[in-house]
C-alpha cells in the first residue's frame, strides 16, 4: 500500500526586547520588576540568577541589591538561588559549570513559565542561555550583559553555545532570550581591555554595512579610548541596533545558509583564541581577523591602500593590539586551519565575508592561502 506525504507548513512570531538603564536593581529603578510583570503581573515569577564571579568582585553589593529588590517587589518576583561561576571563556570551556546551572535549575524548580536571569560578559551569557535551552526544552532566559562586547554584540543575537572538541561554539542553539538587559553602571568597572574589546565588534558591523557609522567610531575614536561614557552608550545602541536589525531582517536569523556578514573578521579570531588558550579576549581577537581580512582583501586587490590605512589607523587608536599571534610558519600553518573550520561550521561551503569599500561588503568562496600568509607577514612587519 503506498501512502501519501503528510506536509505541513507554520510560521513562528519572534519577539525581543533589548532595553537600556542604569543601576537596574535600585530600588527606584521599576525596571525589572515591569519587564516580568508583562508576563506574570498577579503571581510570582520564579527568577534563578547567575551571575559572573568577576562582576561580584567589583560589584560586591550586588547580591544583596539582588535580594532586596526581589523582596520589594514580592508580589511579582520569587527569587530561589544565587549561583556565581566563573566568567570569560573557561566558563564554555568546562562542562562542569554547564552542569551546575543545569543542576540549580533542576534545584530551584524553574520550568518553561520561570526565568533564568544570567549577569556577566558574552561568554556566560552564552553558557547560561545554552543551559536554558537545553533544561525542559527551553525555559526563559533574561540577559544582563556587563561588557562592551556583550552589550553590543553578544547578548544581543539569538545563539547560545559552548566550546567543545577544542572548536569555538560547536556545541549551540538558536534560541530568543525573554529580555535583555543593559545597565551602563556595569561598563565602569572594566578593565581598559575590556572596555575597548567590545568595539571592535561595532567596527565589525560599520565595515560592512554603515560608512556613517564607521566615520562616527573613527571620529570618536580618541574618546572612546579614553572611556568616555555617552560616546560609548551610543556606540554600544548603534551596533545592537545593527545586529538586532540583520537578525529579524536579513532573510537568515538563524543561519541556515552560508552567508555569516555578522562573522566578518571572526574565522581567524576563533582560531587565535583557541591558539592563545583563550588568553585574548574574543573582541581583542576579532580587531586582528578584521585586520588580517582588510589586509588580504587588499593584497588580492579587493581594497585600496589608503582605505585599508585609514582602517588600521582607527583600530590602533582605539587602543588594539594587531600582531597576529604566531612566530612560525608552523603555526601559522595552524592559523589557516581556521579556514577550513570555520566552513565546516558552516555546514560544508565557504563563505567568507570581506569588504571593498566602507560598509560594502563581498563574500568569497575560496581563499588564496599564499596571499593570506602574505597577509599575516605583512601584518606582523608592521608591528615588530
Not at 117 to 142: E, F, P, W
Not at 203 to 213: G, N, P, T
Amino acid at each position: 500500500m503506498q501512502l501519501k506525504p503528510i506536509a505541513q507548513s507554520f510560521a513562528v512570531e519572534y519577539r525581543y526586547t533589548l532595553y537600556f538603564t542604569e543601576q537596574l536593581f535600585s530600588k527606584d529603578n521599576p525596571l525589572f520588576h515591569e519587564v516580568l510583570a508583562r508576563y506574570k503581573k498577579d503571581t510570582q515569577n520564579r527568577l534563578l540568577f547567575v551571575i559572573d564571579e568577576a562582576v561580584v568582585a567589583r560589584h560586591p553589593d550586588l547580591i544583596v541589591s539582588i535580594r532586596e529588590y526581589c523582596s520589594f517587589f514580592e508580589k511579582t518576583l520569587l527569587l530561589t538561588e544565587v549561583l556565581t561561576l566563573p566568567g570569560g571563556e573557561t566558563s564554555k570551556n568546562d562542562t562542569a559549570h554547564l552542569n551546575a546551572v543545569l543542576t540549580a535549575i533542576n534545584d530551584a524548580h524553574i520550568d518553561r513559565h520561570s526565568f533564568v536571569v544570567c549577569i556577566g560578559g558574552g561568554a556566560l551569557v552564552d553558557m547560561v542561555g545554552y543551559a536554558a535551552t537545553i533544561a525542559h526544552r527551553g525555559v526563559k532566559c533574561i540577559r544582563i550583559p556587563t561588557t562592551v562586547l556583550a552589550q553590543n554584540d553578544a547578548a544581543v543575537g539569538v545563539k547560545n553555545g559552548i566550546n567543545s572538541f577544542q572548536k569555538k561554539n560547536f556545541l549551540g542553539t538558536f534560541a530568543l532570550p525573554y529580555a535583555i538587559i543593559n545597565d551602563s553602571h556595569f561598563l565602569t568597572t572594566l578593565e581598559q581591555r575590556d572596555w575597548i574589546a567590545g568595539v571592535s565588534e561595532a567596527v565589525k558591523v560599520a565595515l560592512i554595512k554603515d560608512r556613517s557609522f564607521f566615520e562616527f567610531i573613527e571620529e570618536k575614536a580618541d574618546a572612546l579610548r579614553e572611556r568616555n561614557m555617552e560616546t560609548m552608550q551610543l556606540l554600544i545602541h548603534r551596533c545592537a541596533e545593527m545586529h538586532m536589525q540583520h537578525i529579524a531582517q536579513g532573510g537568515d536569523p538563524f543561519e541556515s545558509g552560508s552567508s555569516r556578514p555578522l562573522d566578518f573578521g571572526h574565522w581567524a579570531a576563533h582560531k587565535m583564541e583557541q591558539m592563545t588558550q583563550y588568553r585574548l579576549r574574543h573582541g581583542e581577537a576579532v580587531a586582528k581577523g578584521i585586520a588580517l581580512d582588510v589586509t588580504y582583501a587588499h593584497l588580492t586587490g579587493l581594497l585600496t591602500e589608503p582605505l585599508l590605512q585609514r582602517i588600521l589607523g582607527v583600530l590602533e587608536r582605539i587602543g588594539f593590539d594587531l600582531t597576529i599571534p604566531v612566530s612560525d610558519a608552523a603555526e601559522i600553518q595552524t592559523l589557516l586551519k581556521g579556514i577550513q573550520e570555520f566552513r565546516e561550521h558552516l555546514g560544508g561551503t565557504l563563505c567568507i565575508t570581506l569588504i571593498t569599500g566602507i560598509g560594502i561588503k563581498h563574500d568569497v568562496d575560496r581563499i588564496d592561502m599564499a596571499q593570506m600568509e602574505r597577509a599575516v607577514t605583512f601584518l606582523n612587519s608592521r608591528y615588530p
